[in-house]
Nanobody, 128 residues
Framework: QVQLVESGGGLVQAGGSLRLSCAAS????????VGWFRQAPGKERTFVAA????????RYSGSVRGRFTISRDNPKNTAYLEMNSLEPEDTADYYC?????????????????????WGQGTQVTVSS
């Protein structure tokens, strides 16, 4: 499995921006689909965004589409989540996750159960 470490969380005012990073080590990062999930206190972990192994295909939840952008830099073994126009409802712990895939296909996964590697999470707090 690949090891993942998130960074970039923090406290920001509504309307502000943050850029989360997910640094990977241990395996060939370019063989993994990467997803970002978030979990607010007392709530389930939910899908935010995902990117295929090559970076050519991305998906977003309806609540973040148009505000968040997922990307990856495979030579740097890093994925990113650029978050703009942040809202108090975006407050949560954010997790990156990875799933080993065949690079023959362009796959995207939406369920936390599909991913086998997880980071420890980074906290994002948006004040009103």
């Amino acid at each position: 499995q690949v090891q993942l470490v998130e960074s970039g969380g923090g406290l920001v005012q509504a309307g502000g921006s943050l850029r989360l990073s997910c640094a990977a080590s241990g395996r060939t990062f370019s063989s993994y689909v990467v997803g970002w999930f978030r979990q607010a206190p007392g709530k389930e972990r939910t899908f935010v965004a995902a990117i295929n192994w090559s970076g050519t295909d991305t998906r977003y939840s309806g609540s973040v589409r148009g505000r968040f952008t997922i990307s990856r830099d495979n030579p740097k073994n890093t994925a990113y989540l650029e978050m703009n126009s942040l809202e108090p409802e975006d407050t949560a712990d954010y997790y990156c996750a990875a799933k080993l895939v065949s690079t023959y296909y362009s796959s995207i996964y939406y369920s936390p159960e599909d991913y086998e590697s997880w980071g420890q999470g980074t906290q994002v707090t948006v004040s009103s």
